[in-house]
């Protein structure tokens, strides 16, 4: 039977399933394929998926329906762990009216075949619309997101450019319309903000340096332990008392105690917590306390 709705005049297969053997329909969408087929001669019904049957050979599972190169639906064959295999009918129509999937799903041939007859067709002039609306939507969304993208990318490389020039021999000249021309609160955030991305420069390359020497075991770690200091670089431990304490790690320490938690001071160190800091130091030539 399978075999024979293959062979009906409005069922074709997909130029791009033609490479396979089709031994016929799946059984369980046979019947409702041969019967929309035989009702309805001018619906075409082409193949768009398969199952194996074995021996090299499918049969048809999945099929687009069309009328005058216009798309009226799709019929096919969908798994359920709770149902078994099931017939699954779709179009938009069907979809407008179900919240929990775009399909009609059942395992009876005869409410397949009805739910066929009652949604697949012609759209009417509304539906026609409202199709077409949609995809003008999105059609424009996609121009102008392109567009966008494509402004970005140009507007990206004046940016650079301008940045480049703003940060070299352009420099001067920006700083002079700054103070010459900019409204007077204006020019006061761009001249702190300046001084403070200087200030923020020389510390981000202080930690660095601190983070750089750290990671080769050549800073000093210091850890506060009661009274005394427990003082490693490397492999090398060495424990201070406050009055043995020397005088490059205390003026350091010092200096960090003044500082919040996971701070950094340039060409001193950072402050761990209020008993551990990493010291950047020159501990060639340290000197103890008196």
Not at 10 to 34: C, Q
Not at 181 to 207: F, T
Not at 221 to 247: F, H, N, Q, S
Request: hydrophobic share 40%; net charge positive; charged share 30%.
């Amino acid at each position: 039977m399978s075999e024979k709705t293959l062979a009906m005049d409005n069922v074709i297969i997909h130029e791009n399933l033609k490479k396979h053997t089709f031994v016929g329909v799946s059984a369980t969408l046979d019947p409702v394929v041969s019967r929309l087929a035989t009702l309805n001669p001018r619906w075409m019904f082409i193949v768009t998926g398969s199952v194996f049957a074995g021996n090299n050979t499918r049969r048809a599972s999945d099929f687009e329906v069309r009328m005058d190169n216009e798309v009226l639906g799709e019929l096919s064959l969908v798994n359920s762990r709770s149902r078994g295999t099931l017939i699954s009918v779709s179009n938009d129509r069907i979809s407008a009216k179900r919240q929990r999937s775009n399909a009609y799903r059942t395992d009876n041939a005869e409410k397949a075949i009805l739910a066929a007859k009652k949604s697949f067709g012609r759209m009417n002039a509304g539906e026609r619309l409202d199709k077409a609306k949609a995809e003008a939507g999105k059609v424009l969304s996609q121009a102008s997101w392109n567009k966008e993208r494509q402004h970005r990318e140009q507007a990206g490389h004046i940016h650079a450019a301008m940045h480049n020039w703003v940060r070299n021999e352009g420099e001067r000249l920006f700083l002079e319309f700054v103070k010459t021309q900019m409204p007077v609160a204006d020019a006061k955030k761009v001249l702190d903000a300046h001084e403070r991305e200087r200030v923020l420069a020389m510390e981000m390359k202080s930690i660095a340096e601190v983070q750089k020497l750290y990671g080769k075991d050549e800073s000093l770690l210091v850890v506060k332990d009661g009274g005394k200091y427990l003082a490693r670089i490397g492999e090398k431990l060495d424990i201070y008392e406050d009055a043995t304490l020397p005088m490059d790690i205390r003026m350091k320490l010092g200096m960090l105690k003044l500082v919040e938690d996971g701070e950094f001071i340039t060409e001193v160190g950072c402050r761990v917590s209020s008993e551990i800091f990493v010291l950047q130091a020159d501990l060639t030539n340290v000197s103890q306390g008196e």
